[in-house]
């Protein structure tokens, strides 16, 4: 088990040199353009690619490294900047995540790969959980996978919403209902390979930030897919569902589901995406802070402007340090007892926020304008708080973990 410790060493400095450096030349020079096209950047995932960023090898190796840090690090980096392409860029890895967490070591070797393609063929893989009457309501979903056991098939069918890449996506990793009876710890997830029969896109959302990153409806009519396609396989869902079914009798302890575990082994990695959407706010204001003048001097010799800057550095910095916890726990396996994936998601994802509003008082009228960034991660920052579990989510799972009460 690695120690817990808030220094990169030597590697991990140099890969995040590396990533700051794409983030600052190809990045953010794209940000504008692509935000008001509202079209994925595949000029910008291809040079990702190209340079080795987007694919297995990297993602492999910062998601395996031991101290934790890999992921956040290269969140927070790519986040910095721009989040519409940085979420085109890593939207791969939470279909990714959702195979490395339920899949068995053959479908993780088959699949995972297909998720990225090469640098002269790049793919792009979906993790849809969302429906339109099912989102932080898991229980409520409505698509359901039928197992046919002459074919050994399941056939699938509903609608998801609000999937990143969905439609688009080479690989699609859909979670569906196998056991109504149960509730959430009835489902199940499921590849769905390339050019399957069935899926189609849906309606394609214009959102008020992260515009550069796709996100859609996938519908699933009557697909169907081979039983190799079900995460974790069949023998192990059976066992799953019996034992479910035993605790449920028995009123007993609570069973994670498969969209459940993808999104808490997430939660810490979309916590640094919001620290690097932070941060980029606020070297934005700090810069126009010591270069702006009112009435003859730098308006960061205003208490009032740089009361607000030593605040933001600080909750960016705690936001940093909730979500660097939260990765190394879960890398060496230690239990959230208190729900600290949580607790780093909430805090990160409410910071961007104010950050970014803080930023855009700061540079008044100017930092309105589409002219200056911070008007742009403004409106990026706001989906921290909603995707992959709302702030009023998180303070539920973190008061049920605390108190061990069903709270409502």
């Known amino acids: 088990m690695a120690e817990f410790t808030m220094e990169l060493n030597d590697e991990q400095k140099e890969v995040r040199d590396w990533l700051h450096g794409f983030a600052a030349d190809v990045i953010r020079p794209a940000a504008a353009e692509w935000d008001e096209r509202e079209e994925t950047p595949w000029p910008v995932i291809q040079e990702a690619a190209k340079v080795g960023i987007y694919s297995l090898d990297f993602y ?18 790519l986040f910095w900047g721009d989040a519409g392409i940085a979420l085109s860029i890593v939207g791969t890895g939470l279909a990714a995540v959702g195979v490395l967490a339920n899949g068995t070591e053959e479908q993780i070797g088959t699949w995972v790969p297909q998720m990225y393609g090469d640098p ?16 932080s309501d898991v229980a409520s979903m409505r698509t359901r996978a039928v197992y046919d056991e002459a074919k050994d098939e399941w056939v699938i069918n509903g609608t998801k919403t609000w999937a990143t890449n969905g439609g688009i996506a080479n690989v699609h990793v859909v979670v569906a209902v196998v056991d109504a009876e149960l509730g959430s710890k009835g489902h199940a997830s499921f590849i769905i390979p390339p050019n399957t ?10 959102k008020h930030g992260i515009r550069a990153s796709h996100t859609a409806e ?32 028995a009123g007993g302890e609570r069973v994670k589901n498969a969209a459940m575990a993808t999104f808490e082994a997430s939660r810490p990695a979309v916590g640094a995406m919001a ?21 003859g001097r730098p308006i960061i010799d205003n208490q009032g402007v740089a009361f607000q800057l030593a605040e933001m550095r600080t909750q960016i910095d ?13 890398i060496n396996g230690k239990p959230f007892n208190a729900a600290e994936g949580s607790m780093s998601k909430l805090f990160a994802s409410e910071t961007a926020k104010k950050v970014t509003a803080q930023a855009i008082q700061i540079l008044g009228g100017n930092g309105y304008t589409r002219e200056y960034p911070v008007e742009r991660m403004h409106r990026d920052s706001a989906i921290y708080t909603i995707f992959e579990g709302t702030s009023e989510i998180q303070r539920l799972v973190i008061a049920r973990t605390l108190s061990g009460m069903p709270i409502r």
Do not use: H
């Open 60 to 77: 492999a190796q910062q998601y395996f490294d031991q101290t934790g840090l890999g992921i956040p690090m290269a969140m927070e980096e």
């Open 120 to 135: 002269d063929d790049v793919k792009l893989a979906a993790f849809c959980s969302s429906e339109p009457d099912a989102g």
């Open 197 to 206: 029969p069935g899926l189609s896109q849906g309606q394609k959302f214009k």
């Open 218 to 249: 996938v519908i699933l009519d009557n697909v169907r897919v081979p039983g190799s396609c079900l995460l974790g396989g069949k023998e192990k869902l059976d066992e799953r569902l019996a034992r479910a079914r035993e605790r449920a009798k």
């Open 275 to 295: 620290v690097g959407t932070a941060r980029a706010a606020y070297e934005v204001a700090l810069d126009y802070a010591m270069t702006r003048e009112q009435f």
């Open 318 to 330: 705690a936001a940093r340090l909730l979500v660097w916890r939260a990765s190394w726990m879960a």
